[in-house]
């Protein structure tokens, strides 16, 4: 019963060049979130995406960032052109989608991106 | 705008002894409540939540917490800590009705757990 994997685990980029993190979502489930965490920060809302959709990108840097969930395969954050601010960790959760209530959100381990 | 208030970025206990971590929102109504614990180098778990009803909730690893209205907080205790509960746990409000289920977080309380 895999939860949200999430790869790669670390990744080092030099600046200038681009990052990819992906995000599988738990099974069942069609809704995702990327949240960012700064250094002895807490976690900040990116984006919430559904199947090849964006819902929500009210948190995403206005350059540099984008952010897709195709119909198959996983949700790719994509950074371009790092800069040593984009050094975070960057989590992943997924959810059902609305039934009755808040969907509860489950987070996968992140992927701790460097630049250097 | 909707935020988080974690008072305590740092709290000490031995091991045994009662628990309690400071949480309060601001926010135009009752959102969703939360809380997440993060060992290190892990992503969260969630603890408990609160959406309607009993304003004490229950959750894993012995947890509760209260949800008091008057005062905007959502407390999270346990009457005997364990040292493997030393890790950040983090606060978390969702808007209710919203189009989305975005999560606002405080920005943590990094406990530590004396033998």
């Given at each position: 019963n895999a939860g949200v994997m999430q790869n790669p685990r670390h990744l080092v980029r030099r600046r200038g060049q681009e990052a990819r993190l992906r995000c599988s979502p738990m099974k069942g489930h069609s809704h995702v979130y990327w949240y960012r965490q700064l250094p002895e920060e807490g976690l900040k809302f990116m984006v919430y995406l559904q199947k090849e959709n964006i819902?929500?990108?009210?948190?995403?840097?206005?350059?540099r960032f984008s952010a897709e969930f195709p119909k198959e395969g996983p949700s790719i954050l994509r950074i371009q052109q790092?800069?040593?601010?984009?050094s975070a960790a960057y989590f992943c959760a997924s959810s059902q989608g609305f039934g009755a209530g808040v969907d509860e959100q489950y987070f996968g381990p992140g992927t701790r991106l460097t630049v250097t | 705008a909707q935020s988080v208030t974690q008072p305590d970025i740092h709290i000490t206990v031995s091991e045994g002894a009662s628990l309690e971590l400071r949480c309060n929102y601001s926010y135009g109504a009752t959102p969703y409540l939360f809380w997440y614990v993060q060992s290190p180098g892990q992503g969260l778990q969630l603890l408990l939540k609160y959406?309607?009803?009993?304003t004490l909730v229950q959750g894993i690893k012995g947890f509760e917490a209260e949800f008091k209205r008057s005062q905007s907080s959502f407390n999270l205790r346990k009457p005997s800590v364990h040292w493997s509960d030393a890790a950040e746990y983090f606060c978390a409000v969702a808007r209710r009705g919203g189009a989305t289920n975005k999560l606002i977080f405080g920005t943590g309380t990094l406990l530590a757990v004396q033998p």
């Open positions: 819902i929500d990108e009210s948190g995403m840097p206005k350059e790092v800069v040593r601010g984009d | 959406f309607s009803g009993d």
